[in-house]
Protein backbone atom coordinates (compact mmCIF):
# COMPACT_ATOMS: atom_id res chain seq x y z
CA UNK A 1 0.00 0.00 0.00
CA UNK A 2 3.04 2.31 0.78
CA UNK A 3 3.84 2.16 -2.99
CA UNK A 4 0.55 2.74 -4.22
CA UNK A 5 0.50 6.19 -2.06
CA UNK A 6 3.64 7.50 -2.58
CA UNK A 7 2.75 10.75 -3.69
CA UNK A 8 -0.58 12.92 -4.29
CA UNK A 9 -1.51 12.06 -7.69
CA UNK A 10 0.43 8.42 -8.34
CA UNK A 11 -3.03 6.70 -7.51
CA UNK A 12 -4.96 8.62 -10.48
CA UNK A 13 -5.04 7.05 -13.70
CA UNK A 14 -2.69 8.73 -16.32
CA UNK A 15 -5.44 10.71 -18.25
CA UNK A 16 -6.40 12.34 -14.55
CA UNK A 17 -2.79 12.77 -13.70
CA UNK A 18 -2.09 14.90 -16.96
CA UNK A 19 -5.30 16.06 -17.16
CA UNK A 20 -4.72 19.62 -18.42
CA UNK A 21 -8.74 20.97 -18.80
CA UNK A 22 -8.56 22.40 -15.21
CA UNK A 23 -6.51 25.11 -16.86
CA UNK A 24 -9.14 25.86 -19.48
CA UNK A 25 -11.66 28.15 -18.73
CA UNK A 26 -14.52 25.91 -16.68
CA UNK A 27 -17.93 27.35 -18.15
CA UNK A 28 -16.67 25.63 -21.81
CA UNK A 29 -17.95 22.69 -20.31
CA UNK A 30 -21.46 23.22 -19.02
CA UNK A 31 -23.14 26.08 -20.84
CA UNK A 32 -26.68 27.23 -20.87
CA UNK A 33 -28.84 27.80 -23.89
CA UNK A 34 -28.78 31.74 -23.04
CA UNK A 35 -25.08 31.31 -23.41
CA UNK A 36 -24.33 30.17 -26.38
CA UNK A 37 -27.13 32.25 -27.98
CA UNK A 38 -25.20 35.24 -26.45
CA UNK A 39 -22.00 33.81 -27.75
CA UNK A 40 -23.28 33.05 -31.29
CA UNK A 41 -24.50 36.84 -31.67
CA UNK A 42 -21.41 37.92 -30.02
CA UNK A 43 -19.64 36.16 -32.76
CA UNK A 44 -22.02 37.61 -35.37
CA UNK A 45 -22.77 41.25 -34.28
CA UNK A 46 -19.52 43.03 -36.01
CA UNK A 47 -18.95 41.37 -39.21
CA UNK A 48 -20.53 38.85 -41.77
CA UNK A 49 -19.33 35.68 -39.77
CA UNK A 50 -19.26 32.52 -42.31
CA UNK A 51 -20.78 29.16 -39.93
CA UNK A 52 -17.04 28.37 -39.76
CA UNK A 53 -15.93 30.88 -38.10
CA UNK A 54 -19.11 30.95 -35.87
CA UNK A 55 -18.25 27.34 -34.66
CA UNK A 56 -14.84 28.26 -33.87
CA UNK A 57 -15.65 31.33 -31.88
CA UNK A 58 -18.53 29.84 -29.76
CA UNK A 59 -16.93 26.05 -29.42
CA UNK A 60 -19.96 24.22 -30.69
CA UNK A 61 -20.19 21.54 -33.65
CA UNK A 62 -22.34 21.95 -37.04
CA UNK A 63 -25.32 20.21 -36.10
CA UNK A 64 -25.89 22.31 -32.74
CA UNK A 65 -24.50 25.92 -34.73
CA UNK A 66 -27.75 24.63 -37.29
CA UNK A 67 -30.20 24.23 -34.62
CA UNK A 68 -29.21 27.51 -32.48
CA UNK A 69 -28.96 29.42 -36.00
CA UNK A 70 -32.30 28.50 -37.32
CA UNK A 71 -33.90 29.47 -34.06
CA UNK A 72 -32.11 32.80 -33.92
CA UNK A 73 -33.25 33.81 -38.29
CA UNK A 74 -36.46 32.41 -37.04
CA UNK A 75 -36.59 34.74 -34.58
CA UNK A 76 -35.03 37.59 -35.80
CA UNK A 77 -32.01 37.75 -33.99
CA UNK A 78 -29.58 36.82 -37.22
CA UNK A 79 -29.88 37.79 -40.84
CA UNK A 80 -28.81 35.66 -43.67
CA UNK A 81 -26.98 36.82 -46.07
CA UNK A 82 -25.73 34.63 -49.67
CA UNK A 83 -22.76 36.19 -52.11
CA UNK A 84 -21.03 34.26 -54.49
CA UNK A 85 -22.65 30.89 -52.71
CA UNK A 86 -21.11 31.45 -49.72
CA UNK A 87 -24.03 32.06 -46.53
CA UNK A 88 -22.36 34.55 -43.90
CA UNK A 89 -24.67 35.86 -41.00
CA UNK A 90 -24.79 39.00 -38.85
CA UNK A 91 -26.78 40.03 -35.83
CA UNK A 92 -29.70 42.22 -36.56
CA UNK A 93 -30.96 45.08 -34.55
CA UNK A 94 -33.45 42.85 -32.63
CA UNK A 95 -30.40 40.68 -31.56
CA UNK A 96 -28.20 43.01 -30.62
CA UNK A 97 -30.47 44.98 -28.53
CA UNK A 98 -30.94 41.20 -26.85
CA UNK A 99 -26.97 41.06 -26.47
CA UNK A 100 -27.08 44.11 -24.49
CA UNK A 101 -29.24 42.81 -22.43
CA UNK A 102 -27.47 39.48 -21.91
CA UNK A 103 -24.39 41.09 -21.46
CA UNK A 104 -25.92 43.77 -18.65
CA UNK A 105 -27.44 40.51 -16.83
CA UNK A 106 -24.41 38.43 -17.28
CA UNK A 107 -22.29 41.59 -15.66
CA UNK A 108 -24.59 41.37 -12.76
CA UNK A 109 -24.36 37.77 -12.34
CA UNK A 110 -20.29 37.33 -12.04
Not at 48 to 70: C, E, H, P, R
Amino acid sequence: MANYMRGPVLHLPLREKYRTSQFLNWRKKYRSHIEIIGLVLESVKDNNATSFSIMKDTSINFVQLQKYLGSLIEIGFIETYVQDGRTSYKASEKGMAFLRQYQILFGMLK
